[in-house]
């Protein structure tokens, strides 16, 4: 399955690199195929083509983030993944709003 091109979501990559690649112990790699970001070695969000997947919200914000934004769980083939919520992103000028919870995800990743 193919969960990204940089046809599709390259610009949504490039934005979420310019706000996350500065912040200590991250770096970049591939994941499903995916550009995806991890705080010391621990996955904390990647691009997919129709958005962003936060990987380590606490329940708190999951329902939050649920609240003001569209999103699902993610599906890594016919495993759907509850915890891992999939934000739509039609547009950049939704992402100042998404960091703060990419932010929560990130500083939930450091803390193991």
Same mark, same amino acid.
């Given at each position: 399955? !193919?969960?990204?091109?940089? @046809?599709?979501?390259?610009?949504? %990559? =490039?934005?979420? =690199? @310019?706000?996350? $690649? ?6 970049? *790699? /591939?994941?499903?195929?995916?550009? @995806?970001?991890?705080? +010391?070695? *621990? $996955?904390?969000?990647?691009?997919? !083509? =129709? ?5 380590? &919200? *606490? &329940?708190? +914000? /999951?329902?939050? $983030? ?5 999103? #699902?769980?993610?599906?890594?083939? #016919?495993?759907?993944? !509850?915890?891992?919520?999939?934000? @739509?992103?039609? +547009?950049?000028?939704?992402?100042? %709003?998404? %960091? %703060?919870?990419?932010? /929560? ?8």
């Amino acid at each position: 399955m !193919n969960y990204y091109s940089e @046809a599709q979501g390259g610009v949504l %990559r =490039e934005a979420l =690199e @310019a706000q996350v $690649l500065h912040w200590p112990e991250v770096s970049a *790699r /591939r994941m499903f195929g995916c550009p @995806a970001y991890t705080a +010391d070695g *621990r $996955l904390f969000v990647f691009v997919v !083509n =129709e958005g962003l997947v936060l990987t380590q &919200l *606490r &329940l708190h +914000d /999951r329902q939050i $983030l649920a609240e003001e934004f569209a999103v #699902e769980p993610f599906k890594a083939g #016919e495993r759907v993944l !509850n915890h891992w919520l999939k934000v @739509a992103v039609t +547009d950049l000028e939704k992402l100042p %709003r998404l %960091r %703060r919870f990419v932010q /929560r995800s990130y500083e939930e990743a450091l803390r193991y």
